[in-house]
Nanobody, 126 residues
Framework: VQLQASGGGLVQAGDSLRLSCATSGGTLSNYHTAWFRQAPGKEREFVAAKRRNGDITYYADYVKGRFTISRLNAKNTVYLQMNTLKPDDTAIYYC????????????????????WGKGTLVTVSS
């Protein structure tokens, strides 16, 4: 499956932004999906994930209550709604997918995901 993230941009603190991740070459409903981000000079970190079945979602503590991951299988698209953005949210955001049956508690581990899209840059000014 191929993934392409979009929707990044320059916003001010407190603003909202919605990222999209368009997928192709596979059936989205077969994949667990996630968003990660990487800030300048920092390692890539987990943001949010959604299991392929049901409505189970996971969030990193630093975005919980502000970000929402969702997906529309009919459009083969995963979304990340980001509200109340902070300067610390500045990063390149990547979408990722995996079809592993051993997802379990590994949702925040980047190594679980075999498919990655090119990132989209989000810059939040203070």
């Amino acid at each position: 499956v191929q993934l392409q993230a979009s929707g990044g941009g320059l916003v001010q603190a407190g603003d909202s932004l919605r990222l999209s991740c368009a997928t192709s070459g596979g059936t989205l409903s077969n994949y667990h999906t996630a968003w990660f981000r990487q800030a300048p000079g920092k390692e890539r970190e987990f943001v949010a994930a959604k299991r392929r079945n049901g409505d189970i979602t996971y969030y990193a503590d630093y975005v919980k209550g502000r970000f929402t991951i969702s997906r529309l299988n009919a459009k083969n698209t995963v979304y990340l709604q980001m509200n109340t953005l902070k300067p610390d949210d500045t990063a390149i955001y990547y979408c990722a997918a995996t079809s592993t049956a051993s997802y379990g508690s590994l949702y925040s581990n980047a190594r679980v995901y075999g498919y990655w899209g090119k990132g989209t840059l989000v810059t939040v000014s203070s």
